[in-house]
Structures are given as C-alpha cells and as structure tokens.
C-alpha cells in the first residue's frame, strides 16, 4: 500500500485506501509542508518543511519508504532557538536544508526577521537540536548546506532578491564562520526569484538544482552542472526540468524547490512543493509532493519519465512499502503533552493552556490577544491535511463576562480566518459563527446557546466549509457557513495553509476562567462514519 496512510495519519489522521504494489498519491505529506528537504541515514530517511510563524518550528519527518511518512520531532522546539515576536504572518522561518549521515543530522535555515540564517545540530532527528549557529556575515534566504568529500563545506543560498541569483561561500558548520568571499555563481535562467538551490556531487560533476518563477503556478525546477563547485555552470539543455505552468488543466500546481535523494539500492527520487488548486486557489498550503527521477546517459536529469506529476503515481525502485501505525483521529487530552502535529503562533504559549489543571481536557486560559494580532494567542491549532474532512470539538465554557469567547477556528493569517465560538453577551451566552475576510469581521449567525457542554463541528468540501453544533440532544448541522476561497493564499496572501484548532479570547485581558476542550477530532472525509 502507497498511499501515503501514515503521513496522514503521523499529522493525527487516519484513512484507509488501497493500492497495488509501486503506487502512490501526491502529496505524500499533505497540508501545510513546503520547502521540503530530504536526505537519507543508513535506511532511513528524514524530511524537513517551513514553518514561518508557527511554533514549534521546522517539523522532522520519518520514511522507509518514502511514501509512508510520521512526524519525529521538530528541529526548533524551544524560543531561544526560534524568537518569532512581532514577525507577521509568512515572516518567520522560510526554507529549510537537512542534511543527514552517519547519526549525525545539520539543519540550516532562515529567520527572516529574527537574526538570518544559522544552523542546529543533533544526533537524533527527534531532538534535543542544539541551540543556533548564526552565520552572520551572508545576507540571503534558502541557504543549503553541501558537504564536499575533501572535507569542505559549501554554503549556497538565494542571493539578491526577486532578480538575484545564486550566491555561494565556504562554512565552518561547527563556527558559522564563513572561508573568503561569498560570491554569485549562478545567475539562473532569467526568471524571477531563483531560488532554493541545492548543490550535489554525482560522478564527477557538481550539479546545482534551483528553482524560478515564484513559488506559484509559475514554479519550475531547473538543473545546471560544472565540474567546479564554483562554475562555470551550464543548464541542462531541457531546462526547465519540471514545471506545470503550461498545464493549467492539471490538479497539481507550483512545482518546485525540489531537493534529491538516493536509495541504498541506488535509485534517484525527488522531493518538491506543490498544491492542490480548484480554480487556481488553493487553501491547504503547499504540500510535499514526490517524483522518481533518473540520469540520462549524458549526465542530466529525467523527472518522471519525462511526463507530468499526478495524484496517483507509478514508481518502480520505491523501497519496501513500510506504513507507521495509524494515530487515533480523536486527541482526549489525556497524555502529560500534546502531541507533536499541535502548534501555536510565535511561541509555546505556555502560560496560556493547560492539560493538569482539569486532567481529560485542555484547558484555555485566554488572552487580550485574538487571531487578528500579531502575537501569541490563545490558540492551539493543526494543518488542515485535506479537503474533504469534518473536525470537531467538545466544550464546556461558561464565560463569565461580555465579549469572553472560545470555540473552533480556521486561520490563514491575522485578517483572514473564521471561528465557531460560544461567546459571552452579559446576558447569556450564544453561538456565533464569525468570519474575518480582508481585515474585515463579519458576525454571519449567533443563536443563544442553553449551559452544558457543546460540541462544535465543521465539515470541509474543496469549496466550502459548513459549521454546525449539537447542544446536549439537539443537532444544527448547517448552522452557517463559509467559502474556501477567501482562506486561500490567491485571496490572503502568503506562503502558508490553513490551521485549525481551537481558541479562546477574553477582551480586557482580565484572567478568565478557562474554557475547557474535551476532546478533539478530526477525519478525512472517507471516514468519517
């Protein structure tokens, strides 16, 4: 089976679809996980995607099959490695390199607005990573890190903006000191933003691979070589290698930075980004999707075959299919944790939820800060994974004083989200759908609401998500509800998905008195019975 079951089920799903030997279904990481790099340990292979303005940060992944993907751990799990204060939303941590090999893992990354680019360090891939290395004398984005068989250490990185290139120096990995000049060897092929390059080392011929044209539907890889790490280079004479911007007709869009790796049998696949569109929109964030490539006998890359990438996908030479146990699509909150897909806005938040002080729940304290400031609110979310699905949780809040609030949310950044909440009015309570698109918030239906606990519900199609409730024995299904479109990055700008999960706000700041989640759920549409 190659469907990708246990990355679905690693980010808390679970799904169950069928496959013949040698197939499987892009994304293989789906919901909000670009950038993606790859590199392989023994049998073992580890993937690393951008988090922006999310904490924790860099997420782990773990593969035996390529295919078959859980989270690890995350390479920036705590604020001295990841200060996110005041950076707005797409700010943060952009592209990440991991490089892997003999136990012993380098990830190296960019915080645009929190220090540059550095470096952490581990021996497990789960963590503890070290605190930062800043390398503090290269300006640029998407910095990789390469590792010569002389010993040397190449950093490459996106230097120059939207019409830079290229740009390269020797490291200390150990230091972040940086060996002479860093200087540009490649300009690209003429497009806006090459970028996110990656330098390899294959019979004798250093290959750099890159991306242009923007991280949407104009995205295309393209591949150089020279027999010098520092050039000249010369671009593969198909170049681009893979795009899918002439192609307007195919569900997978944006295809780029892509990263490689090699299997120990000696097979080539390739990692890269790409969405899912309805209508050139897309709401979940670039996902991570996979090809299998090949050398041709003069020294280039062939992506696939020469053909397009799909949802469904034929690759010969995959590893022994290898699926992780399925994670329970409902969180009781009954661990000393949360588990490792639930993330927070810029920082851990700690202060601001609990799991002991009602045992079985989670409890949100709340804070002046909402989902519209940029700061660190009282929420805790997830990627949305997929496009049909229904997520749901069990509250019991009664606040205590007009304008406290708590419920279900689905963000995409400060001004364009929405939530399902019970609110308080200083008469009672009610539930209240709200919608805030363009900066502008919009109360669509609030209904008074009877004390007890309250499940709030959403049901997810490729267009629309539909809001309900059920208040002890009564049910309101279609409660109100929402396009997708205002939450896709076409509408709202930005590089990342949406995250849903549950929140909670009081106004004046004054402490509240805690709303407290039973449980959370979450399941793709196949199964949801």
Request: hydrophobic letters at 40%; proline letters at 8%.
């Amino acid at each position: 089976m190659r469907f990708g079951i246990a990355a679905w089920a690693a980010i808390g799903l679970s799904c169950a679809i069928i496959a013949s030997a040698g197939e499987y279904r892009n994304p293989v990481i789906p919901g909000f996980n670009p950038d993606p790099s790859i590199c392989r340990d023994g049998e073992d292979y580890y993937l690393a995607t951008s988090t922006f303005e999310y904490f924790p940060g860099v997420p782990i992944y773990h593969s035996k099959d390529l295919v078959n993907w859980r989270l690890a751990g995350h390479a920036l799990d705590r604020p001295s490695q990841l200060p996110l204060a005041g950076q707005k939303s797409s700010a943060g941590i952009f592209a990440p390199t991991l490089r892997c090999g003999n136990g012993h893992f380098t990830m190296i990354t960019t915080n645009v607005a929190g220090g540059g680019n550095f470096i952490v360090h581990a021996t497990n891939p789960a963590g503890p990573w070290s605190e930062p290395v800043w390398i503090k004398d290269v300006q640029g984005i998407d910095p990789s890190l390469f590792f010569d068989d002389d010993g040397k250490v190449y950093l490459t990185y996106q230097d120059g903006g939207e019409r830079g290139g290229i740009g390269q120096v020797e490291v200390d990995v150990a230091t972040g000191q940086i060996k002479g000049k860093p200087r540009r060897i490649w300009n690209g092929l003429g497009g806006v933003w090459p970028e996110g390059p990656h330098l390899y080392k294959i019979n004798g011929w250093y290959y750099l691979l890159h991306a242009e044209g923007g991280t949407s539907y104009g995205h295309v890889v393209i591949l150089a070589r020279s027999r010098s790490p520092w050039g000249p280079f010369e671009g593969a004479p198909d170049n681009p290698i893979l795009t899918h911007r002439d192609r307007p007709d195919l569900l997978l869009q944006a295809l780029g930075h892509a990263d490689l790796v090699q299997t120990p049998e000696g097979k080539w696949f390739m990692v890269m980004l790409g969405v899912r569109h309805l209508k050139h929109k897309h709401h979940l964030g670039r996902e991570t999707m996979l090809a299998p490539v090949e050398w041709t006998e003069d020294g280039w890359l062939k992506i696939n075959g020469g053909a397009p990438l799909l949802e469904k996908m034929q690759a010969p030479g995959l590893p022994a299919p290898h699926p992780w146990p399925a994670t329970a699509a409902r969180d009781e909150f009954k661990g000393p944790k949360l588990g490792g897909e639930w993330i927070f806005l810029r920082g851990p938040a700690q202060d601001l939820w609990s799991l002991s002080e009602r045992p079985g729940f989670l409890r949100l304290k709340g804070s002046k800060l909402s989902l519209e400031d940029i700061g660190t609110p009282a929420f805790v979310g997830k990627r949305q994974a997929h496009l049909d699905m229904r997520a749901a949780t069990l509250l019991d809040f009664t606040p205590r004083a007009k304008g406290e609030q708590a419920g279900l949310a689905l963000r995409m950044n400060e001004d364009n989200h929405y939530q399902l909440l019970v609110a308080g009015t200083g008469k009672g309570r009610v539930v209240r759908l709200l919608t805030r698109v363009k900066g502008k918030s919009t109360v669509v239906r609030e209904v008074p609401l009877a004390a007890g606990k309250v499940e709030l519900f959403v049901r997810a199609t490729a267009e629309r998500y539909v809001f309900g409730y059920r208040d002890g024995k009564r049910e309101v299904a279609d409660f109100g509800s929402a396009p997708t479109a205002p939450l896709s990055s076409e509408d709202a700008g930005g590089f990342t998905g949406v995250v849903l999960g549950m929140v909670a706000h009081g106004p004046d700041g004054a402490p509240m008195a805690g709303a407290d989640f039973d449980w959370f759920e979450y399941r793709p549409a196949d199964s949801t019975k």
